[in-house]
């Protein structure tokens, strides 16, 4: 018995007041007839006239079912197959943006030990991983001559900054020393400060004639 008889017969009851256990029984069925209605592939004509069985392949299909399905399934597996066709013709490798140390450069300045190395089969790849390898190494050679420096200028730094702290206290150091000195330049036997005197006063003379 199909749905649509199910959904008929359930209705005519219901009009007729019939029994209602052949009723609970058409309402039993119809959840089974969704439940294969869900088993039924993807693209698959389901022909409600004739009826679902299951063919040899673990699918249900009816009379005719597998001349709608075999179209159905082939265009499907077109539209993948054009798919992967045109992720490979849009496929773009990585490397030729790569910007590469100089091949004269690797050749003359490269380590012997990267030079000898074996790291591909193929010639040009072989080549091109160990001019990377060899722009790794230069980079961490770089890396230890940056820390290497930056030492040296956190050594210059507290080496400014001792002699900035020094020169900032001189004025209150040469006062001081002034200060000191004072009692010694106003001793009577002292006259290097009275003559220093007498020569700035001797500067606003006249020129002699």
């Known amino acids: 018995m199909e749905m ?20 609970r029984e058409l309402i039993t069925q119809m959840p089974l007839h969704f439940i294969t209605l869900r088993k039924v592939p993807l693209g698959q004509s ?4 004739g009826g ?21 399934h082939l265009l499907y597996e077109k539209s993948h197959y054009l798919k992967a066709i ?3 013709k849009d496929f773009r490798s990585k ?17 012997e030990e990267i030079k000898g190395m074996a790291m591909a089969g193929h010639v040009a790849h072989d080549l091109m991983l160990k001019r990377l390898n060899f722009e790794l190494f230069q980079r961490k050679e770089l890396c230890k001559l940056h820390e290497k420096l930056e030492q040296h200028k956190a050594s210059l730094l507290d080496a400014i900054s001792g002699r900035k702290k020094f020169l900032s206290s001189l004025p209150s150091h040469l ?10 330049q106003q001793h009577p036997g002292f006259s290097h400060t009275k003559k220093l005197k ?11 004639l």
């Open 4 to 23: 649509e008889d199910v959904a008929s017969k359930m209705l005519f009851i219901k009009e007729e007041g019939s029994s209602k256990s052949e009723l």
């Open 46 to 49: 389901v022909d409600f006239g």
């Open 52 to 72: 679902l069985h299951q063919g040899g392949d673990g699918g249900f299909e009816g009379p005719g079912g597998y001349h709608h399905a075999a179209p159905s």
């Open 86 to 88: 045109k992720a490979c």
């Open 95 to 111: 490397y030729p943006d790569i910007e590469l140390v100089p091949e004269e450069e690797f050749l003359s300045s490269a380590p």
């Open 175 to 184: 006062k001081s020393l002034k200060k000191a000195s004072l009692p010694v």
């Open 198 to 208: 007498q020569l700035h006063a001797a500067e606003f003379l006249p020129p002699p």
